[in-house]
């Protein structure tokens, strides 16, 4: 079974960073891709931000310019730096780790921005 552990959430003033971690139970070269989604209460989630196993990123334009998605793939980890975080920013964070036909989901970090 695949597990992701996410960690690094906090509360955090408006302007401030965080670096958010999500550790595999296995390589993450197996999976086509990772990503980090959030999801603020009474709203969907949605996407943030992703990387492929070559490399490539997507991001939200919400998180565009802000945030940075990274993989170390010898720690089998993902990694998502946030900058100048808003309180908009407020959210649980969830790592998914995706591959042909299944996407796995870890248990989520909270992230508060406010003064």
């Known amino acids: 079974q695949v597990q992701l552990v996410e960690s690094g959430g906090g509360l955090v003033q408006p302007g401030g960073s965080l670096r958010l971690s999500c550790a595999v139970s296995?390589?993450?070269?197996?999976?086509?891709?990772m990503g980090w989604y959030r999801q603020a209460p009474g709203k969907s989630r949605e996407l943030v931000a992703t990387?492929?196993?070559?490399?490539?990123?997507f991001y939200a334009s919400s998180a565009r310019g802000r945030f940075t998605i990274s993989r170390d793939n010898a720690k089998n980890t993902v990694y998502l730096q946030t900058n100048s975080l808003k309180p908009e920013d407020t959210a649980v964070y969830y790592c998914k780790a995706a591959r042909t036909g299944r996407d796995y989901w870890g248990q989520g970090t909270q992230v508060t921005v406010s003064s």
């Open positions: 990387i492929t196993s070559g490399g490539n990123t």
């Open positions: 296995e390589s993450i070269f197996s999976f086509q891709t």
